[in-house]
């Protein structure tokens, strides 16, 4: 399973774009990238997927270099509610149970 | 659809005791998965499961075990509970995407303390 490096806090303030770096240089081709948004005192809950180049949804964007070793989670506008920790996961999709979480990214959005 | 639900949402134990935390969705998906967050940190994988009568350990397995005779229910156990186990337990599942969007869904937590 490839491993991945995020950076442990980051701080905005309202109305920002945050965007969010995630390492994983060893991963494999078949191997898809997965953000996840927790809360405090809930679990985490799926944000946006993706393989290649740039996927686009309703609350953010994730953006993936040609060689894929890296990805980035783009939160446009931010508001006090998207304080939350920010976790990117690698792996196949299509088989397999095992995910495995990073530390997350803390992020806090300030007045 | 409920989900994925847990039970208890709470439960206090004094070391040495045993306990089964229960999980249960209803979206018949195949995988399911224990995970544990200590305060201030991110989720560690305990045990999951590919299906009905396959589970497999993750990266903290020791002091628990599972099972998994449904598709449906995938509990956990505790079998002589240590302070070293408080922590927060989440149980999720998932189904392969076979093309799809690949979500994993969790349930809402059982926080537990070991005295």
């Known amino acids: 399973l490839a491993k991945t490096t995020q950076p442990i806090s980051m701080d905005s303030y309202e109305g920002q774009e945050v965007n969010i770096t995630c390492s994983h240089n060893n991963i494999a081709t078949n191997d898809y990238i997965t953000w996840y948004q927790q809360f405090p005192s809930q679990g985490p809950r799926f944000i946006i997927q993706g393989y290649k180049t740039k996927v686009t949804n309703e609350v953010a964007s994730l953006f993936i270099p040609a060689d894929r070793k890296s990805s980035t989670l783009s939160l446009p506008r931010v508001s006090l509610s998207d304080t939350a920790v920010y976790y990117c996961l690698v792996g196949d999709r299509n088989q397999g149970g095992k995910l495995i979480f990073g530390q997350g990214t803390e992020l806090s959005v300030k007045p | 659809n409920a989900g994925v639900t847990q039970t208890p949402k709470f439960q206090v134990l004094k070391t040495g005791q045993s306990m089964t935390l229960q999980c249960a969705q209803d979206m018949n998906h195949e995988y399911m998965s224990w995970y544990r967050q200590d305060p201030g940190m991110g989720l560690r994988l305990i045990h999951y499961s590919v299906g009905a009568g396959i589970t497999d350990q993750g990266e903290v397995p020791n002091g628990y075990n599972v099972s998994r005779s449904t598709t449906e229910d995938f509990p956990l156990r505790l079998l002589s509970a240590a302070p070293s186990q408080t922590s927060v337990y989440f149980c999720?599942?998932?189904?392969?995407?076979?093309?799809?969007?690949?979500?994993?869904?969790f349930g809402p937590g059982t926080r537990l303390t070991v005295l």
């Open positions: 999720a599942s998932r189904t392969p995407s076979r093309g799809g969007r690949d979500e994993q869904f």
